[in-house]
């Protein structure tokens, strides 16, 4: 491939290698297609990512069952000037936004209006009269947090009659007239200040989620008066500044104005932090050429693209099967995992820690420190971190300008195409073809090395070893654990080993065809990282929004029985974790990144890991994932609603009063389901790369401090213990247990640093030479344990960027790049909290 082919992006759409039918184009909205014409006249035309963001809206609109001719208008500050910003959104030319008098609100562009009075507000024209009786859904964004006596939008009548609301007054109540006189709600915490509010003629809603259902008596309006923003006709003027501004004329099911709140608050987020520019799978272009083509959804991904776009490379990102919008373009940290896991921080450095620190400053407002609570923020967070470091027009700051990288969903890898040692082209299962001069691997999988000719690869625990390594292998009956330390019978009739085992255990001990200190192929449980909350004006009960498909009670049989014999444990203090896990995150103490309970019996489901890597195809595959989703929803429905007399009281209480947060999770795609991510925690990639040379082992990750490494090329670092979650539940002598845990206590020396050397990223050189492996890297499983954390993921995908920039410029293979003067003044300058890379132990 030449120079300057690699160098020019060729998205094109004829046919794709071997005479492919040429995929068909994607096409917008009508609503979207008039919203550009008329920007278009005023000088300001949509980009692709504005034009893409505004479509998803339109498209979930519809997708709710609404009509457009219902949805009157939508107002967002998302142009560079504020007369602009007035026109209306869904019609534009109608109901465009008006003054009130004199005054010009105070205009922030892809944020807010604010510095509103009584000369100063906006008029859409839409009048009281227009809406018929108990038929309208109101939808405001607020970006003040405190409350005051106001009315932020709205229109009424002489006598006091109309619709519109405050918010949040001085007493922290919601006020609003619902086709009637003033209505203040009872509660004082269901309203959050800054957030998505809407009103519809029985219920006072934030997050798209009732908080307080009125019965008012309808007023029909003497006469039509129209709706306001940033106060009410003739009367209030707003304390509130606002983001969003969206009315409907009809009266939105609890499920539809869930959906469209959802819609409503992630365009203003995309509007106020950041768009991708987005390729549903499927869809044109056939074909396209890259210098630098990263496989998978991931944060190691994000980096990877990242880093060789600011070197001077056409890049692009291919998402694996998973990931279905933007929401789950960042990996992990976007889908749950909030909370950080790290022993020094001083080896938190690098893109993680420019986006918490940008985080800490733009969305939490708090001083920033490089901390566990200072790099905990909420995923939702994260993910707007994300959309910024992918949009080219935010580059304001310092921290995570954006570049201009697309994105391509799929639906996976159908094959890899390669010429001796160099992989030329990636073709996905539904018709693209990437052809690029170096790919990076960077998928939860492992997918790519797998279907990448050639490549050695290894599921699961290799044999122990000597030294650290003797801690690796199956290790049979030395390995379990009693769930809650407690006796507690795995059989369907409690006792009776002839009744048969409960769902999810995987057998009598011994388990078949497993020798000790031999060969595992189990790979730890999965479960999914939730963003719940115990806030009232966030929360949505899991129940409310569980399908509750193939609910089985037995699943939760052994915990029942534990709790019989732990009758006082509890989620209500974050210290007690045998039930879950819960870190507060996001600088709040009541949202929380919700993870596997540490007493055996929790929302890991046993098995899940193995089943997966073990599956015949990826139907089988997305099955067991199918199962996971079922498993973890019954376990809470199950302590929430169940009634089962055994689990205690308080316990039943305290699930009834944790939620999922509303406002995280906001775009899940086709199949997915709202509020709950569509990445399952996979905490082992089913294929690791396994060289014929190089392979770190724990002997290598836990050296005494200040000795010398096998390898002096470090290009990123970790920080963590050997961390294993048990991959079964098993029986032995009548009694439950997990198994698999991983004995003794293995750590990087004192300052638990430990270097990931270059070799380790990238194949043997006589397999690939244009390929570097940024995430499921060569290492043994109890390496991959202590490495296996987002921070160290994305500064080996800092590295693989730079590694395969590099190796372009210097026209040789990746394992072959300068290291000592090329790649490592690279990474020691790059970012504003700039990597770490030791060369000693």
Known sequence: ?????????????????????????????????????????????????????????????????????????????????????????????????????????????????????????????????????????????????????????????????????????????????????????????????????????????????????????????????????????????????????????????????????????????????????????????????????????????????????????????????????????????????????????????????????????????????????????????????????????????????????????????????????????????????????????????????????????????????????????????????????????????????????LPDIQGEMPLPGLTVDGVDPSIESMNYRLAMTTDPARLVPVTTMDPHRNYNASRYETAARAYVLNPTVTIGNPADTRTILQFAVGGSTTKMDVNNGSGGLSTDLPGSGYRYATAANRAAQLAVIDDLRDYQLGWFWWHANSGDARIPGTLVTQFQAFGLDAGTFLDPGPGGLLFWPNRPYQRDPIWRLKNTGYVSTASDYCKTDGSAPRSLKTIAVTSYDCDKHPPWKVASGGLLYTQGSVPGSLVAGADKIAPIPLEEIVPDIAVKTNLVVAWGSSCTILCWYMGRLEPAGGGKGEAAGVISSSAIDAGVAVQNVDYDNVIRPKLLARDVNHLILPQVA
């Open 1 to 501: 491939m030449s120079l300057m082919l690699g160098l020019s992006t060729a998205i094109t759409n004829q046919l794709g290698g071997g005479g492919a039918a040429a995929l068909p184009n994607f096409v917008f909205q009508t609503e979207t297609d008039t919203l550009n014409t008329s920007k278009t006249a005023a000088g300001i035309p949509m980009t692709r990512r504005q034009k893409l963001a505004f479509d998803r809206l339109i498209v979930r609109i519809k997708g709710a069952g609404i009509s457009m001719a219902n949805a009157k208008a939508l107002y967002t500050p998302d142009t560079p000037t504020e007369i602009n910003s007035r026109v209306n959104k869904f019609h534009p030319g109608t109901n465009d936004l008006t003054l009130t008098g004199a005054g010009t609100p105070t205009y922030t562009a892809n944020d807010r209006w604010s510095g509103w009075s009584s000369t100063t507000k906006y008029n859409t024209g839409i009048g009281l009269q227009s809406f018929a009786q108990g038929q309208f859904t109101i939808f405001y964004y607020s970006r003040t947090v405190t409350g005051a006596a106001s009315g932020d939008f709205g229109a009424q009548t002489a006598g006091g009659d109309g619709i519109g609301a405050n918010i949040r007054d001085a007493s922290n109540k919601f006020n609003a007239r619902l086709q009637a006189t003033n209505y203040a709600s009872t509660a004082t915490n269901i309203t959050p200040g800054q957030g998505m509010h809407s009103i519809r003629p029985n219920s006072l809603d934030t997050f798209g989620i009732t908080r307080e259902a009125p019965s008012p008596t309808y007023v029909s309006p003497a006469t039509n008066p129209t709706i306001h923003l940033g106060g009410i006709n003739g009367g209030a003027v707003s304390a509130h500044d606002c983001g969003l501004f969206a009315i409907f004329d009809v009266t939105l099911t609890d499920a539809q104005c869930r959906e469209v709140s959802a819609a409503l608050l992630d365009y203003y987020y995309k509007i106020r932090f950041g768009m991708m520019d987005t390729y549903d799978a499927g869809f044109a272009p056939t074909t396209a050429d890259y210098d630098i083509l990263v496989y998978g959804a991931s944060w190691t991904a994000l980096c990877a693209a990242y880093a060789a776009k600011q070197e001077g490379k056409t890049v692009a990102i291919v998402c694996d099967d998973f990931a279905k919008t933007d929401w789950d373009v960042a990996g992990m940290p976007g889908a749950g995992l909030a909370y950080v896991d790290c022993y020094n921080f001083t080896a938190l450095k690098g893109l993680y820690r420019d986006l918490t620190s940008w985080v800490n400053s733009t969305i939490i407002n708090r001083a920033d420190t490089n901390t566990q609570t200072g790099n905990s923020v909420e995923s939702w967070q994260f993910v707007q971190g994300a959309r910024r470091m992918l949009d080219p027009t935010r580059t304001n700051g310092t921290l995570i300008l954006g570049q201009d990288i697309p994105v391509y969903f799929s639906t996976g890898i159908q094959s890899i195409t390669s010429v001796g040692t160099t992989d030329t082209a990636l073709k996905t299962n539904d018709g693209r073809t990437f052809t690029a001069r170096q790919f990076i691997a960077a998928d939860y999988d492992g997918e790519y090395i797998h279907k990448s000719a050639g490549i050695p690869t290894f599921t699961g625990s290799e044999a122990a070893g000597s030294g650290s390594e003797a801690n690796n292998g199956y290790k049979g009956s030395s390995a379990l654990s009693k769930p809650y330390g407690s006796d507690i019978s795995p059989y369907i009739t409690d006792g009776v080993q002839a009744s048969g085992l």
